[in-house]
Structures are given as structure tokens and as C-alpha cells.
């Protein structure tokens, strides 16, 4: 497989550096970080970015993603238009799989009506029923309003030992090779995706499961001194999130050899061309 890294959206939130830890000193910046994985049978993208409908109508995103996040929207950024910046006919995306259902991550599913969209099941039912304020403040229904090919994965179905993680291989075989990771907290049911990375090893893109690179790794960089407030306030169960935060640092210390770990919106995770993994990436080889 070939895996390609994009930057579906550019959000600039208030606070810069001393919030988010990259961006200007004011303000930040935030990166949608997803994958375009090309198989023998097709495309399978994992999360989207905003999409071409949020790019025409900013409105769909709701005020307080506006406001906090702050995106530039460019119909250059949405996956629809990268996907055939590199060639491919978008009809060739069989499918998407997403780490949850928030709209800087799912915005774009809209622009694959043929595609299977995978999702746990947990996700997708608060989703399209959302049970609590916060939730029904969370998720827009505007994305999802052309009735997607939805697949549910079940988080309690898990039956593969990854690495210490429970994990669900994404079927049907054409879109094999690809495995959802339960990772609670950030949202109902939240879940990172595993990717074999064409060299041997595994990819593991953890969504919004931390935003900082500094956070996942405390060997690392010093984080950034407003990112927990910054992550408690979006978690939907802080304690659920803190408990994958330190599983995943477990993971990255342990497993470097074996498995990259990259977030949704630190830009230093992103591999672009050009723009080779850092240096300091204790996660390894790039995909």
C-alpha cells in the first residue's frame, strides 16, 4: 500500500503557541491531518477534513466550531480536491474511516457519496441522536444529510490483541490491511486507525485522542501550557481521554520500532512532500 498524508483544513485558533504549541505567538494553527491509502482494489481515505459543502456554506460547521477554531476554508484543502491533485478519480474512494464523527473530521464524507464510511457504532448513534447538550452542539447533521453508506463497528466486538489494544479489522477485504483501535474519551466512540505503512510496520492515526505530538510523548518537547485545559474542555469523558493518553505513551515508548503514532492537528505530524518526518519522531520510518 502507499500511503499519502493530507492537510484537509487549516483552523487558527486563539492563543498561539502557549495553547496549542504551534502557530504564531497569538494565534494558532491547527492542521486536519488525514490519510489517502491506495490498495490494489481502490482508495480508502482515513478522516476527511472539511468538505467542499462546508467550504460553500461556513454555517454547517455551527458557531462555536467557528469561533473557537476559527478554519480558513479553501476548496483547494477539502480531500475531494487532493484526491485528484494526485491523480485519482474521486469514484475511486471505496472507502473512508473515520476516528469519530466531529466536523473537522467528517465534513468531507459528503464528497464520496459511493464510499462505505466505517465508524463505531457508538459514534454514529450519537451522533445521529445526539443524547446530551454537548453532543447536540458537537455533531452537524448537515454532513451526513445525503444518507451515507455507513458500516458500524462495535468497540465491545474487538477480537484482535494489537499491541495491548483491543482492535477491529475493517471489512470487507478490499478494504483490508486496515484495523479500528478503540481509543475512548474525546467523543462517544472515539477510535484511532491502524494502517500498515508499506515498510513493515504500523501507522497509527490516534484522532483527537491528544493534539500535541509534546503530549504523547514525555520525553519530548515540554508541552504546551494551556493544551490540557485546551483537550479537557473537548473531551466528552476527561478521565476516558486520560487514560488512552497514557496506553498511547506506553505505546510509543515500547513499540517505536514497530509503530508511528500521528494526531488529527499537530502540523509536525504531517508528512508532505518535501517535508520529511522530524527528526526527534521517536515513532520512526515514515509511511
Known amino acids: 500500500m502507499t500511503v499519502h498524508h493530507l492537510d484537509c483544513a487549516t483552523m487558527c485558533p486563539i492563543g498561539g503557541r502557549l495553547l496549542i504549541g504551534s502557530g504564531g505567538p497569538l494565534v494558532g494553527r491547527l492542521s486536519a491531518h488525514c490519510l489517502l491509502v491506495e490498495g490494489d482494489r481502490g482508495l480508502t481515505l482515513v478522516d476527511t477534513g472539511f468538505g467542499t459543502a462546508d467550504v460553500a456554506d ?9 469561533a473557537a477554531a476559527r478554519p480558513r476554508l479553501a476548496a483547494a484543502t477539502t480531500a475531494l480536491h487532493q ?18 464523527l466531529d466536523p473537522d473530521h467528517a465534513g468531507g464524507i459528503g464528497d464520496f457519496p459511493h464510499a462505505r464510511i466505517h465508524v463505531l457504532a ?20 448537515a454532513q451526513w444529510a445525503h444518507g451515507p453508506r455507513w458500516a458500524e463497528h462495535r468497540a465491545d466486538a474487538a477480537t ?20 479500528l483501535v478503540p481509543l475512548p474519551g474525546h467523543s462517544r466512540g472515539h477510535c484511532g486507525v491502524a494502517v500498515r505503512d508499506g515498510a513493515g510496520g504500523w501507522l497509527l492515526h490516534c484522532g483527537d485522542a491528544y493534539f500535541s505530538r509534546a503530549d504523547s ?6 508541552r504546551p501550557p494551556g493544551l490540557a485545559a485546551f483537550q479537557r474542555l473537548a473531551a466528552l469523558d476527561n478521565r476516558g481521554r486520560l487514560e488512552t ?23 509536525a505530524d504531517l508528512v508532505l512532500p518535501g517535508h520529511p518526518p522530524r527528526a526527534d519522531d521517536r515513532g520512526g520510518r515514515g509511511a
Open 58 to 66: 461556513p454555517r454547517r460547521l455551527g458557531r462555536t466550531l467557528r
Open 83 to 100: 484526491v485528484r491533485a494526485l491523480g485519482h478519480d474521486p469514484r475511486d474512494v471505496r472507502h473512508i474511516v473515520l476516528t469519530h
Open 122 to 141: 457508538d459514534e454514529l448513534r450519537a451522533a445521529l441522536a445526539p443524547p446530551t447538550r454537548a453532543e447536540r452542539d458537537r455533531y452537524r447533521a
Open 160 to 179: 484482535e490483541d494489537w499491541f495491548g489494544f483491543g482492535a477491529i479489522p475493517v471489512q470487507p477485504d478490499d478494504a483490508a490491511g486496515f484495523l
Open 217 to 222: 510523548d514525555p520525553a519530548g518537547p515540554r
Open 245 to 267: 493518553l497514557a496506553r498511547l505513551r506506553g505505546l510509543r515508548r515500547d513499540h517505536a520500532g514497530e509503530v508511528r503514532l500521528i494526531c488529527a492537528h499537530d502540523p
